[in-house]
């Protein structure tokens, strides 16, 4: 009687044990999927700041974006949060509201605006939100030519509260050009106390078909000024179709494919043809080797 007891409680509460996690379980898969929003802001030269989200869901994988999610900018006031607009997010999970820099909105006292994301949540997802503060600033790029060098100058401003535009004091800016999936960095400019900078602008940049160039100078994670943009197009870059003799013209962006390119490609294919040779040749093998030779198909005829 004793070992049925035990066994008897050993069954329940391993039957317990089992009810209680797949409760767990259950209650697992049902409860929302955690949710991640990056917030960030940037000044550009066209006198606005970019308010930037990206919402993303995590899973014990990774994570994916969050397509058409309402994200609500707020600018953060003493008073209280001031709704300045709703976005959906795109099939990257970003949502992007621009608002000009010259607004109304109040700041701190460190003369700084601060505005706040904020994604609401459903059943399915929890909430999420993001803070960012910064100063309204401006960077204005321009070139010349002196003594048949070329140089990009780099000009920063900062927006007071009262509309006075003022220097933007020392700060490190990055000069780059797009490319196709990056940006190429050409120069790093070290702005003086007035807020200008100048670089030497190199040669070999290739541009479109005309030489046609966008250089971008930017200022990145900036305490006081967060992320600030400035663009300006010349015609300083070679052309695509004209390569210098001096350098290779077989690269991976010419007319002309690299020869380690057309060698690959070719063995590549040699090999797959090669493949469908060899399975037509032991096809027509197995089907002779199948046919009874001469000899002995008179013999069988014979008999």
Not at 11 to 31: C, E, K, P, R
Not at 57 to 84: C, M, R
Not at 87 to 92: F, P, Q
Not at 140 to 156: P, Q, W
Request: charged share 20%; with cysteine.
């Amino acid at each position: 009687m004793k070992r049925i007891k035990t066994g008897t409680i050993l069954v329940i509460l391993f039957l317990a044990g089992m009810m209680q996690g797949y409760a767990q379980n259950n209650a697992d898969t049902t409860s929302p999927a955690v949710t991640v929003l990056r917030f960030a802001c940037v000044s550009t030269s066209d006198d606005s700041i970019q308010l930037k989200s990206v919402v993303s869901v995590k899973h014990d994988d990774g994570s994916t974006n969050l397509v058409n999610a309402p994200v609500i900018f707020y600018s953060v006031e003493k008073d209280g949060d001031l709704k300045i607009g709703e976005v959906k997010t795109d099939v990257h999970g970003t949502a992007v509201l621009k608002i000009p820099a010259r607004n109304t909105y109040l700041r701190n006292d460190q003369q700084m605006l601060s505005f706040k994301a904020m994604y609401d949540g459903n059943d399915k997802y929890e909430a999420s939100e993001g803070e960012f503060s910064l100063k309204p600033a401006k960077l204005k790029v321009s070139f010349y030519e002196e003594d048949s060098i070329r140089y990009v100058k780099v000009e920063g401003t900062q927006l007071n509260s009262d509309g006075a535009e003022v220097s933007i004091g020392a700060v490190d800016v990055i000069v780059s050009v797009p490319k196709m999936f990056s940006m190429l960095k050409i120069a790093e400019i070290s702005l003086d106390s007035t807020g200008i900078g100048t670089a030497e602008f190199p040669r070999d940049i290739i541009g479109d078909s005309t030489g046609n160039l966008t250089v971008v100078a930017s200022i990145e994670e900036n305490d006081i000024f967060g992320a600030v943009q400035g663009s300006a197009d010349n015609n300083w870059g070679l052309p695509k179709h004209l390569i210098s003799p001096d350098r290779p013209s077989r690269e991976l962006w010419t007319p002309i494919a690299p020869l380690w390119i057309i060698i690959t490609l070719i063995i590549m294919l040699l090999g797959v043809w090669g493949q469908y040779v060899y399975a037509v040749v032991q096809l027509v093998m197995i089907n002779k080797s199948s046919k009874p030779a001469p000899e002995e198909k008179a013999g069988n005829e014979k008999r």
